[in-house]
């Protein structure tokens, strides 16, 4: 099967996401191309398939572009697969070219139901979008919901695919980069996208109570800041935690990313609300056990008690216990990381590759 991968974006979680199963999805048998951003961030990692930097909005490329359309003419796909959610507009105007050059099915991953930057012109947007696909793969039940009541997606469209290891490919491509960590350190990680529905401010507001039961323990917050990182920094100050909490507030390189995983003993996710997350699957083939809160898919993925812990939101007394009880009981950190490790074996990119192709056969022409 031809199979054109489309993801705007060329960095950061989708573009991961579409990496690895573009890569499963060759191995499977099948001839994949993928247009993807200017500045690609996974040009240089091993690749199955074939790919075009084409996208660049804000230096548009018209000789890339004619690429593009060629490329759609000859390739001739037989799916037309979209990937993320940052730009419905961008995404509504790609389905309008695409259709005049191509008369292959439509799919779509969309990974967030809204992007980061959503109001009443993007529901608008994403409710004429979503009307271009034959079928959309959602990564939570809870996605499922959503997509239904606010966009009026008919359920017989839906499937649901987890999110598998995002890092799978780093394996053995790289040496991981390890911070410089004091050693007897326990460390706890909170990684992604800096932005206000993380729920950063419980995770530093529950420190105080961490460190005074777990004084070795030291936070790390790492990922690119979407909000005025300037509050949490207060707050380190104010609650004298600078010893405590390292705040890295950027977009990290993957040698930097596999050393963050590789030295963390837990992975906190402390979410007001959101979608989903790449980093529980990420945590889990690390074999980390992660403490996340009652929101989002996070139940789709992680089974409490046995592959992970799950607390109410905006809880930090709540979060500090059972952060403490974690620390303390190391037999405790590998049962969960043990169980985890095997949740994963029915999350692999291959069993998703699987499914995605079953999809691609049932709506193929």
Same mark, same amino acid.
């Given at each position: ?155 017989? =469209?839906?499937? /649901?695919?987890?999110? +598998?290891?995002?890092?799978?490919? %780093?394996?053995? $491509?790289? @040496?991981?980069?390890?911070? *410089? ?124 008690? =046995?592959?992970? /812990?799950?607390?109410? +939101?905006?809880?930090?007394?709540? %979060?500090?216990? $059972?952060? @403490?009880?974690?620390?303390? *009981? ?36």
């Amino acid at each position: 099967m031809k199979i054109l991968l489309i993801s705007p974006a060329g960095k950061a979680g989708t573009i991961q996401y579409t990496h690895n199963l573009a890569n499963t999805l060759v191995q499977k048998g099948n001839n994949v191309f993928l247009a993807t951003a200017v500045g690609f961030e996974l040009k240089h990692f091993h690749k199955d398939y074939l790919f075009l930097e084409v996208f660049d909005r804000f230096h548009p490329h018209p000789l890339k572009l004619c690429r593009f359309f060629y490329l759609l003419i000859t390739f001739k796909p037989d799916i037309v697969h979209f990937q993320g959610a940052q730009h419905p507009a961008v995404y509504l105007f790609l389905c309008s070219l695409i259709r005049i050059f191509s008369k292959a099915p439509f799919v779509y991953t969309p990974q967030d139901v809204l992007p980061n930057n959503n109001g009443k012109l993007h529901v608008h947007i994403f409710r004429q979008l979503y009307k271009q696909f034959d079928h959309i793969f959602l990564n939570t039940k809870n996605n499922q919901k959503d997509i239904i009541e606010f966009f009026q997606v008919p359920s017989n =469209k839906i499937s /649901i695919l987890s999110i +598998p290891d995002l890092l799978a490919f %780093l394996k053995n $491509e790289l @040496i991981p980069k390890t911070p *410089d960590i004091p050693k007897g350190k326990s460390v706890l990680l909170c990684f992604g996208l800096i932005e206000a529905r993380k729920g950063i401010h419980t995770l530093i507001q529950a420190m105080p109570e961490i460190v005074s039961q777990r004084p070795e323990t030291l936070l790390y917050i790492v990922g690119k800041p979407l909000e005025d990182i300037q509050p949490y920094k207060d707050s380190i100050s104010k609650l004298q935690l600078k010893n405590h909490v390292r705040l890295i507030p950027k977009y990290v390189s993957f040698d930097e990313m596999a050393g963050f995983f590789n030295c963390a003993d837990i992975v906190v996710l402390p979410y007001y609300s959101g979608w989903n997350s790449g980093v529980i699957s990420t945590a889990f083939n690390f074999k980390i056990p992660v403490i996340a809160t009652d929101v989002a898919g996070f139940k789709d993925v992680i089974e409490a008690g =046995k592959t992970g /812990i799950i607390i109410p +939101p905006k809880d930090a007394k709540k %979060l500090a216990k $059972e952060t @403490i009880n974690l620390l303390r *009981d190391k037999q405790l950190q590998k049962r969960l990381a043990s169980h985890a490790v095997a949740s994963m074996k029915y999350n692999s990119w291959g069993n998703i590759a699987d499914k995605t192709i079953e999809i691609y056969n049932k709506i193929k022409k």
